[in-house]
């Protein structure tokens, strides 16, 4: 396996130096990627989407509150598909 490492890095190299990188621009099928970047995007997404007040009078503060249902996070609040509900 050793011996691998100078033929993978030399087709490597051979690889990139045959490219050429203008052309790629030019037919890029996104011809708009000059006017909106990755930091112009927002998504909003939530932490404990399924988190439900806990029962009694043990806990209070930060801890007592419901989140909303999932299908109401994503239909009404704007959630996109952010949240991994625990297995």
Known sequence: MRHCWPLLAALTLFACSSCDG???LEK???PLDELL???HL???GTHNSY???PEGAKFGGEWDYTNAPL???L???GVRKSFSPDP
């Open 51 to 53: 988190h439900l007040a």
């Open 28 to 30: 890029s099928q996104y």
């Open 37 to 39: 970047h990755v930091n």
């Open 71 to 73: 299908d109401v996070q």
């Open 42 to 44: 927002q998504a909003l």
């Open 75 to 77: 239909s009404e609040q």
């Open 22 to 24: 203008e052309t790629f």
